[in-house]
């Protein structure tokens, strides 16, 4: 009863990605390269665009949020994890085509090492965070309530906690290439 009054579950499984044989090697690649463009381009991880969706749930419903990210695209790397979704001809025709060799991603110019959402900002930091936010009170059944709490919070985070994420992505990128492409949480 007190679990329940509390919204706190006695067990919560925690779910940890895996590395298949040679990715370790990708990730490496990739982090290596991120460094190169850091160093030689100041900035250069401030410039990347991430991409990706997380779920929210009300009692009843989901409601699948995605950001919309394309107004910055003259200036911006766009990233892409490796989603069969995100993959088809179509897809990296039209990266080509709006971002030409700016757009990181499976079979792109920069490749996106794949099972590696521990550098990706939305993954290792914005989804978990917005969450938090959304969920410090509870939530009705109300599809617009979600809907609003998501854009109250998005909306609540300050430019400096955006920045420090990005800064985050810098460091894991080295700690990545430190361990030689190997998970590292």
Excluded at 43 to 68: C, Q, V, W, Y
Excluded at 89 to 116: A, K, M
Excluded at 151 to 175: C, G, P
Aim: charged share 30%.
């Amino acid at each position: 009863r007190i679990f329940k009054q509390n919204r706190i579950l006695p067990y919560k499984p925690k779910f940890r990605h895996t590395l298949e044989e040679g990715d370790e090697a990708k990730r490496l690649d990739f982090c290596l390269e991120m460094s190169n463009r850091v160093l030689n381009h100041v900035g250069f991880h401030k410039r990347i665009l991430f991409s990706d969706e997380s779920t929210f749930f009300n009692k009843r419903r989901r409601f699948l949020s995605a950001l919309p990210v394309l107004d910055y695209r003259t200036r911006m790397f766009f990233q892409q994890d490796g989603c069969p979704a995100h993959h088809g001809v179509t897809v990296r025709n039209y990266f080509n085509s709006e971002f030409n060799e700016r757009w990181i991603g499976r079979d792109g110019p920069i490749l996106w090492p794949p099972r590696s959402p521990d550098l990706t900002i939305l993954d290792f930091y914005l989804w978990g965070r917005l969450k938090q936010i959304v969920y410090r009170e509870p939530l009705e059944n109300d599809e617009e309530q979600l809907k609003t709490g998501i854009q109250n919070a998005v909306k609540s985070l300050s430019i400096e906690e955006i920045s420090n994420s990005f800064n985050e992505f810098r460091v894991r990128i080295e700690i990545c290439a430190e361990k030689g492409g190997a998970l590292f949480e």
